[in-house]
């Protein structure tokens, strides 16, 4: 099937469709103690993420992610076009010199838990929130009532898994990189469990991109329509 069955899914939604992506080493690190991060995956992982960012309407990252990568959020290295950013900021940290405010004509939306003041040129989304966290499924409804209805979820690690622990994935792509960090933050964390049976064990195909192994798991048989936040 090739790549065209890693696309298709977010190429061909009609509706609402949320897909989220992490990279990661082999022993689950996805950045140092320091927080670097920027050379775990391969040249073709990263055409893999930007070419994801083409296909999304919008892409959502947490404020720590802009804090600390400071990410441009564009389609640089491939074809198509930038799609809308979305910052959760729930408690106003985001700097005015980042990146991903560049006036380049993209839109840029914070998503804030209260009405307070942003950078210049940037849209503010006030939402529920509860203990400085913002509910998933609220920010959604919301993106997809602006017409934005194909939504990568890129960063960090606390909101792709806050979205999946909601069940407000549609996909996941996980993309493994053979380096081992040994120390750092992981990646996926989800609220405790007792036995290996309450594991997650969605449908998963796998595909190799240069020396990095990308593992696609459908969740759509997990989504849920319960309230949840994001940091």
């Given at each position: 099937m090739g790549l065209h069955s890693l696309y298709a899914p977010i190429s061909q939604a009609r509706g609402s469709f949320v897909l989220g992506q992490l990279g990661q080493s082999l022993d689950g690190r996805i950045a140092t103690p320091t927080g670097h991060s920027r050379t775990i995956g391969g040249p073709e992982a990263i055409a893999h993420l930007h070419q994801l960012r083409a296909l999304a309407d919008a892409v959502v990252v947490g404020v720590g992610t802009v804090t600390t990568d400071d990410p441009q959020l564009t389609t640089r290295h491939v074809h198509g076009p930038s799609p809308v950013r979305v910052i959760i900021?729930?408690?106003?940290?985001?700097?005015?010199?980042?990146?991903?405010?560049?006036?380049?004509?993209?839109?840029?939306?914070?998503?804030?838990?209260?009405?307070m003041a942003r950078p210049p040129r940037i849209e503010g989304l006030t939402l529920p929130s509860s203990n400085g966290r913002i509910d998933v499924h609220a920010l959604v409804k919301a993106l997809t009532e602006r017409g934005l209805k194909r939504i990568l979820i890129e960063g960090g690690a606390h909101t792709?898994?806050?979205?999946?622990?909601?069940?407000?994935?549609?996909?996941?792509?996980?993309?493994?990189?053979?380096?081992?960090?040994?120390?750092?933050?992981?990646?996926?964390?989800?609220?405790?469990?007792?036995?290996?049976?309450?594991?997650?064990?969605?449908?998963?195909?796998?595909?190799?991109?240069?020396?990095?192994?990308?593992?696609?798991?459908?969740?759509?048989?997990?989504?849920?329509p319960t309230g949840a936040e994001a940091q």
């Open positions: 900021d729930p408690n106003g940290r985001l700097p005015h010199d980042a990146c991903v405010l560049h006036d380049d004509g993209i839109p840029c939306i914070a998503v804030q838990g209260h009405p792709v898994s806050a979205f999946l622990a909601a069940g407000a994935l549609n996909r996941l792509h996980i993309c493994v990189s053979p380096v081992i960090i040994g120390s750092g933050q992981t990646g996926i964390c989800l609220p405790q469990i007792a036995r290996m049976e309450q594991a997650m064990r969605p449908p998963c195909m796998t595909h190799r991109l240069g020396d990095d192994v990308l593992f696609d798991f459908d969740l759509d048989e997990t989504l849920s």
